[in-house]
């Protein structure tokens, strides 16, 4: 007999599968808090969430971070790079969209990415992303990174 509960494995999967992705709430990346309108946590929509995810990937390095390790979340070319004078090639522009592409296109909310413009300046990438989601919406994301 042991001190910590047993769970039947039928019941795990089902709330896994009712509960998980369906809840979360809005962060402003900008201000870097979640959003609180009149004393309450404003909740994502399933777009917000999308494109709040695509957010997050670009803004985190692989492995970096113990909960995203092994996972293989996040961006490595973005981080690996940091610091030497590539980000004005195109190749690393190239490579950059690239990895982007396929990270998003795992998700499983995501149809396709069909357009990523990279714009480099001084110290600051503008990243914009445009989705096309399972659900047919399409929808644009900027993303303003600069730690460079």
Known sequence: MSI?????????????????????????????????????????????????????????????????KGTDFGMTNLYALRGHSLFETPFFIMELEREIKEKIE?????????????????????ISITVVLKSGETLTREVEYDNL
């Open 106 to 126: 795992g998700k499983n909310d995501v149809s396709s990415v069909t357009d990523i413009k990279t714009e480099y300046n001084f110290n600051k990438l503008l």
């Open 4 to 68: 910590f509960p047993t769970f039947n494995n039928e019941l795990k999967e089902e709330i896994k599968t009712e509960t998980f992705g369906t809840k979360e709430p809005l962060f402003d990346f900008k201000k870097k808090r979640i959003v609180i309108k009149d004393g309450k946590v404003v909740m994502a929509t399933k777009t917000e969430q999308v494109m709040q995810w695509i957010e997050l990937l670009i803004r985190t390095e692989v492995d970096k971070y113990e909960v995203y």
